[in-house]
């Protein structure tokens, strides 16, 4: 654990540093941009709705009036989105330092994406899997650029269904919520498995913010799961600003390492100051992580081309 607390004063420096950063319309997405802009970085916002987008721009350039700042339309759980998001930011920009996989969704009645796969997993994991394949090569090799892949304490329950992934024959809110967050973390550490082989200068690094309140449980449409997690326990959970702090930690520390998982280091690590975590069993499994690797470029349709030391 880091040994006192560590707050957005000790984020180095930004300045000249391009990030994106998914589902940055509110909530930890919020946060996340909102430190980084205000230590100087260039912060594109990638989000679903454009009217929230430039409201969380205006509430960031209130507090930093000199951010730099880029609201951009994405929708994950649709691939073509994806595609175009990534297109149009490759026109645009020729490297990038920080990609933070952060958007999500949380147990709503069973739907599929435009493409039909189940939404959650859809949204949290296989456009983030699209999305950080086809900007991979666009990373700076500058020994500092990141993949930081944002997960939960909820992927120690999830279980990856392979021959079930969309929940046609059983489905649980809850359980493919668990399902995609497992995901995440199974992605983030075979991404570093794969970069690590090919001696790439891009870091991927996992994080998780904890319990915090924000629309992720408000606006969940399950009844029991928003009476518990948005109201019965919210007095118990942390500010966004607060679990923000190990997906910045996980984004800007220096001493992090590809392959780490930043995590609150408080009981259960719903809360608490950023330290070092070990990822579930099964996220670790590289036979897993391979799997899933493996039918995630099949679903998306997406390869990966390794960035290498220059």
């Given at each position: 654990?880091?040994?006192?607390?560590?707050?957005?004063?000790?984020?180095p420096?930004?300045?000249?540093?391009?990030?994106?950063?998914?589902?940055?319309?509110?909530?930890?997405?919020?946060?996340?941009?909102?430190?980084?802009?205000?230590?100087?970085g260039?912060?594109?916002?990638?989000?679903?709705?454009?009217?929230r987008?430039?409201?969380?721009?205006?509430?960031?350039?209130?507090?930093?009036?000199?951010?730099?700042?880029?609201?951009?339309?994405?929708?994950?759980?649709?691939?073509?989105?994806?595609?175009?998001?990534?297109?149009?930011?490759?026109?645009?920009?020729?490297?990038?330092?920080?990609?933070?996989?952060?958007?999500?969704?949380?147990?709503?009645?069973?739907?599929?994406?435009?493409?039909?796969?189940?939404?959650?997993?859809?949204?949290?994991?296989?456009?983030?899997?699209?999305?950080?394949?086809?900007?991979?090569?666009?990373?700076?090799?500058?020994?500092?650029?990141?993949?930081?892949?944002?997960?939960?304490?909820?992927?120690?329950?999830?279980?990856?269904?392979?021959?079930?992934?969309?929940?046609?024959?059983?489905?649980?809110?809850?359980?493919?919520?668990?399902?995609?967050?497992?995901?995440?973390?199974?992605?983030?550490?075979?991404l570093?498995?794969?970069?690590?082989?090919?001696?790439?200068?891009?870091?991927s690094?996992?994080?998780?913010?904890?319990?915090?309140?924000?629309?992720?449980?408000?606006?969940?449409?399950?009844?029991?799961?928003?009476?518990l997690?948005?109201?019965?326990?919210?007095?118990?959970?942390?500010k966004?600003?607060?679990?923000?702090?190990?997906?910045?930690y996980?984004?800007?520390e220096?001493?992090?390492?590809?392959?780490?998982?930043?995590?609150?280091?408080?009981?259960?690590?719903?809360?608490?100051?950023?330290?070092?975590?070990?990822?579930?069993?099964?996220?670790s499994?590289?036979?897993?992580?391979r799997?899933?690797?493996?039918?995630?470029?099949?679903?998306?349709?997406?390869?990966?081309?390794?960035?290498?030391?220059?």
């Amino acid at each position: 654990m880091t040994r006192e607390r560590w707050t957005i004063d000790r984020i180095p420096d930004q300045s000249g540093r391009i990030a994106v950063v998914t589902g940055a319309a509110s909530g930890v997405g919020l946060a996340t941009a909102r430190a980084l802009a205000m230590r100087g970085g260039e912060v594109i916002l990638a989000v679903r709705d454009m009217e929230r987008g430039r409201r969380a721009a205006a509430a960031i350039t209130a507090a930093a009036p000199h951010a730099r700042l880029d609201v951009r339309p994405l929708d994950l759980a649709d691939l073509d989105s994806v595609r175009s998001f990534a297109a149009e930011l490759r026109e645009r920009r020729s490297r990038l330092d920080l990609l933070v996989n952060n958007a999500g969704i949380m147990a709503p009645p069973r739907s599929l994406s435009p493409q039909g796969h189940e939404l959650q997993f859809a949204t949290n994991h296989l456009g983030h899997f699209a999305l950080t394949g086809l900007l991979l090569d666009r990373l700076a090799a500058d020994g500092n650029s990141r993949v930081v892949t944002v997960s939960s304490p909820n992927h120690r329950q999830g279980r990856i269904a392979f021959d079930d992934l969309d929940g046609e024959r059983a489905y649980s809110p809850m359980g493919h919520y668990n399902q995609s967050k497992l995901a995440n973390a199974a992605f983030g550490l075979h991404l570093h498995r794969l970069l690590a082989r090919a001696d790439s200068p891009v870091r991927s690094v996992l994080a998780h913010p904890g319990y915090v309140a924000t629309n992720l449980q408000k606006e969940t449409p399950v009844g029991m799961v928003r009476l518990l997690y948005g109201r019965l326990l919210a007095p118990l959970a942390q500010k966004p600003a607060d679990g923000a702090l190990p997906i910045l930690y996980a984004a800007t520390e220096p001493t992090v390492k590809g392959g780490e998982f930043i995590a609150p280091g408080g009981t259960g690590e719903l809360r608490g100051a950023p330290t070092r975590v070990a990822a579930a069993e099964r996220a670790s499994d590289e036979a897993t992580g391979r799997r899933l690797w493996d039918v995630s470029e099949e679903l998306t349709g997406v390869g990966f081309t390794l960035p290498t030391a220059v």
